[in-house]
C-alpha cells in the first residue's frame, strides 16, 4: 500500500515562492511516476506538473511553465514542487499523486496541502 504525505503549505503574497514536498512510503510506488495536482475553490482538480509516460519529461500546465519545477530524491523518496512567481490565481490544494501501483489498484492521492496567494 502506498502512502502520500505532503508538507509545504501556506500563505504568501504575489511574486513569492514556496516549496512543497511529497513523501512516499509503503510498498509498489515509483517517485518517477508521482506528480502534482491542484483544485482551486470551485473548480475541477488540474494536473500541474506530471511525468510524461514513456520519457524523462515532465508535462506542466500552460498556466505554470517557467515558473513551477517538479523535482525528485529517490533517496529520500520524496518529490517536490518549487514554486515561483506565484500569482492569486495559484491558490488551491496542491496534491501529490502516484498512479495506480498495481493493475486493478486506484490510483494514490495525499491529503492535500494548501497554498493561498495573497495580492
Known amino acids: 500500500q502506498v502512502q502520500l504525505v505532503e508538507s509545504g503549505g501556506g500563505l504568501v503574497q504575489l511574486g513569492g515562492s514556496l516549496e512543497l514536498s511529497c513523501a512516499a512510503s509503503?510498498?509498489?510506488?515509483?517517485?518517477?511516476?508521482m506528480g502534482w495536482y491542484r483544485q482551486a475553490p470551485g473548480k475541477q482538480r488540474e494536473v500541474v506538473a506530471a511525468p510524461i509516460t514513456g520519457s524523462d519529461s515532465t508535462h506542466y500546465a500552460d498556466s505554470v511553465k517557467g515558473r513551477f519545477t517538479l523535482s525528485r530524491d529517490n533517496a529520500k523518496n520524496m518529490i517536490y514542487l518549487q514554486m515561483n512567481s506565484l500569482k492569486p490565481e495559484d491558490t488551491a490544494v496542491y496534491y501529490c499523486n502516484h498512479p495506480p501501483p498495481l493493475p486493478g489498484d486506484l490510483e494514490v492521492w495525499g491529503q492535500g496541502t494548501l497554498v493561498a496567494v495573497s495580492s
Open positions: 509503503g510498498s509498489g510506488f515509483d517517485i518517477n511516476d
